[in-house]
């Protein structure tokens, strides 16, 4: 596929991913990581994060009024540890085509989000979805569902805003690990800058899909359109 053709269907995932991210508080990874991978595997994660952090920093000082402090420490701690085992597990992957795995992590975290319990918000289950999340976000760009699962019991505004406090410090503990991991560069930065406009028109578009479509609705859609893409991936 031409180059510029590439990244101009690209940045219209990263719309779709961040309309829908705004619009029903999840699903931002769930909808990117699967055409992206589909399109060039060196747009997940690396370019994806350095175009996304835009929208995490949007959410958060959009609620931080409304931020849970009191949860930071223990879900930030294993969000931290869980991020160095994913880096380090990434050490060790075979060399080859990555599509299988980021398919299987997708199904995975698609049956955690439909599948899984309510878990209740103590210290331990906030550290392990941390731990857990930490993990699945520096492999394959996905952080979202232990967290998501972890922090239900919380009002919608303090939940999105932990959550952008949750993927901006993902984003700022991945990056460096990625470079290190020769992960991240100045091309995937470059690429990342090139998918910006993207995510900037997917905000725009939240709120017409907000109004058009009720969020329970949108959150089953995503689920559904994530595990066939997933189950995509892993048969290509």
Known sequence: MDTLLLFAVAALVMAAA???????????????????????????????????????????LHERRHLPWRLAPPTLGGLAAGTALGILAMLFLPEGDPRPLFGAIILLAVAISVAAPRLPPSPLVLALAGLGSGAMGAIAGVHGPLVALALLHLPLPAYRAFLGLFFTVAVVLVMPGLWAAGRYGLAEFLAGLALLPGVLAGVWLAGPLRRAVPAGALRKFVLALSGASGLALILA
Do not use: E, N, R, S
Request: hydrophobic share 65%.
């Open 18 to 60: 961040t309309a829908v991210q705004v619009a029903a508080g999840l699903g931002f990874a769930l909808v990117a990581v699967p055409p992206l991978v589909a399109l060039d595997p060196m747009l997940v994660p690396g370019p994806m994060f350095t175009a996304g952090v835009v929208l995490i920093l949007w959410q958060f």
